[in-house]
Antibody, heavy 123, light 108 residues
Framework: EVQLVESGGGLVQPGGSLRLSCAAS????????MSWVRQPPGKGLEWISI???????YYADSVKGRFTISRDKSKNTLYLEMNSLRAEDTAVYYC?????????????????WGQGTLVTVSS | SYVLTQPPSVSVAPGQTARITCGGN??????VHWYQQKPGQAPVLVVY???DRPSGIPERFSGFNSGNTATLTISRVEAGDEADYYC???????????FGGGTKLTVL
């Protein structure tokens, strides 16, 4: 059974750092596309980063240069290193497994999601 | 960057058909995916690649994509379908994954 369990969220001051983890079971993180998606309280979903099976990484403009996605093959775990945090980074952060498909053009969608971890940036 | 536009809310009576739209420039040339999210829960994929359903999703959920609009249709709506629904595409021109703003489906 595929499972994703996030951890590492909490309260952090503006300008601070935090590292989120997403422990996977039932599949191999390093062989799949993996992503982070966040949701500010009462708002919609926002994609923030993806790592391909070939280790290429992409980021939304809102976090580029501040956040880093990575994974540990031995722990089968995905990470999100967040630096220079701002109040607007406050959100529930979800990790998700991506599936790549081609149907005239390439696309990626998410078939499994974790339960999310809340990050609050406040003084 | 690519923008997806959804109506903030849709209301429908039980047993009727709900249609949730997702607008985008020439969205018909992209593959559209749809997620359902109930309060306090993670999103769940209900339609991928415009019209395909993952295992376990009822046939009542269907999708269509053409021109500048993609549509998620929920037939014979039930109280348990009340949720937020999000469309999503991959914008290959900018290597960005984009979500629509979400539509709250209310079952009257």
């Amino acid at each position: 059974e595929v499972q994703l369990v996030e951890s590492g969220g909490g309260l952090v001051q503006p300008g601070g750092s935090l590292r989120l983890s997403c422990a996977a079971s039932g599949f191999t993180v390093s062989s799949n596309y993996m992503s982070w998606v966040r949701q500010p309280p009462g708002k919609g979903l926002e994609w923030i980063s993806i790592i391909y099976s070939g280790d290429s990484t992409y980021y939304a403009d809102s976090v580029k240069g501040r956040f880093t996605i990575s994974r540990d093959k031995s722990k089968n775990t995905l990470y999100l290193e967040m630096n220079s945090l701002r109040a607007e980074d406050t959100a529930v952060y979800y990790c998700a497994r991506g599936l790549r498909m081609y149907s005239g053009s390439y696309s990626t969608y998410f078939d499994y999601w974790g339960q999310g971890t809340l990050v609050t940036v406040s003084s | 960057s690519y923008v997806l536009t959804q109506p903030p809310s849709v209301s429908v009576a039980p047993g009727q058909t709900a249609r949730i739209t997702c607008g985008g420039n020439n969205i018909g040339s992209k593959s559209v995916h749809w997620y359902q999210q109930k309060p306090g829960q993670a999103p769940v994929l209900v339609v991928y690649d415009d019209s395909d359903r993952p295992s376990g999703i009822p046939e009542r959920f269907s999708g269509f994509n053409s021109g500048n609009t993609a549509t998620l249709t929920i037939s014979r709506v039930e109280a348990g379908d009340e949720a937020d629904y999000y469309c999503q595409v991959w914008d290959s021109s900018s290597d960005d994954l984009v979500f629509g703003g979400g539509t709250k489906l209310t079952v009257l």
